[in-house]
């Protein structure tokens, strides 16, 4: 179960509400009210009030959009070209479709182009903002205010409570608000100091929905210091390497930090990768590891090892790899480390591919929500609409985003489901 990082400053209600008339009477009415102004709670804020629905968003930050301005290293990768259901982690993998196909990929480009923000492809498709995330924090609000959505910042809901008429009341600090609608779009636990919080995970809990086990998801692993001792040198190297966790493998760049490993194929192991499990990482993924050293111990005998890992790793690195086989196929005789590669046997040789190819690393840890861009698992999506995000157990309470247990691989897959999640939801408050 999911541990909210924060205190609730007083207890969730979803009893009737003791609320009595005249206190109803001087509460600010609305049809909709979003709790969270990023990404989903935005989008979803617009669509709603294009449709004419009178909308609030609250949120407790001092900025709306926070995680939009820091993403994608301040470029904000705010889609994919290419978004199967696939791209997304969630205990009932077809949850995601229905809102996917129905606010895509394009139609979140269509919005982008209205507003002349310019992008490019970095890379497999992911678009990234070419100046500034700002552009599309600028845009959601700049969508907002057209639709006459009102967003109202530094609020701290203190209680929620349900009326006998299925309305909702909000109460802050000195103010209540009624609602026929309530869209929780809170987000998940990652980057606290940006205003994450457990509270949409505890609205789902006192509604008596199920959530599902959250963890730090696009995280760098970390390892413990008998392995680190032996990575410390390479700190700041990277390579391109395939990374497996079960039947899951990325390929992409991976990182070696001073706490163990990172980079975007680490990122995205990291969110299938539970304590305990080994990963496997192809260290040259491009290339038939066994025919390339056979053609080199026919074609170069007289070569070494590390020379020739030269040609395929920095000097850090084959240095390494070679004090890795050294202790692992060699028994950590040093001579052995200048051999050359007609000393080697063919067997040796099958062993050296297989090391290469199939490096097997246990991490210690997720380095955590601090640092995590997502978190995995959330509000369980099995009483939740498909279609239009309400709960199943409680009519006007929808929720959309990251809260649920919907995590997007990395490449601009967690912004799409913020936009199809919020549009859907939109349309139907
Ligand atoms: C460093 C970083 C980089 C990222 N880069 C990318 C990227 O390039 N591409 C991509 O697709 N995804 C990226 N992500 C993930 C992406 O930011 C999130 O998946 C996305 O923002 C989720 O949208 P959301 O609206 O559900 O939640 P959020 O955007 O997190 O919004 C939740 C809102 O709820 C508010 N809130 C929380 N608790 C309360 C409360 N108690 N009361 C009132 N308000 C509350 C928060 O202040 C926040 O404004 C990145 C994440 C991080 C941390």
Known sequence: MAKPLFRLISLLENTASEITMSEISKS????????????????????????GRKVLVLDHANKAAKKVLMSGGGRCNFTNLTVESENFICSNPHFCKSALNRYTQWDFITLVEKYQVEYYDKTSGQLFCTKSSRDIRDLLLAECQKSGARVQLKTAINKISVNADSTFTLQTIGNSYLCSSLVVATGGLSIP???ASGFGYSIAQQFGHQLITTNAGLSPLTFNSKILNQFKALAGNSLIAEVSCEHNSFTGSILFTHKGLSGPAILQISSYWSKGKPLKINLLPDLDVLSWLQSNKQDRPDINLKTLLSTQFSQSISAFLVAQLNNVLFNGTSSESNIKLKQIEHKMINQIAGFLQNWVVYPDD???YRVAEVTTGGIATDEISSKTFESQRQRGLYFIGEVLDVTGQLGGFNFQWAWSSGHAAGEHV
């Not at 990023?38 to 669509?47: N, S, Y």
């Open 193 to 195: 100091t940006m205003g």
């Open 366 to 368: 997720l380095e955590g």
């Open 28 to 51: 600010e009415k609305y049809d909709v009210i979003i709790i969270g102004a990023g990404a989903a709670g935005l989008m979803c804020a617009a669509t709603a009030a294009f449709r």
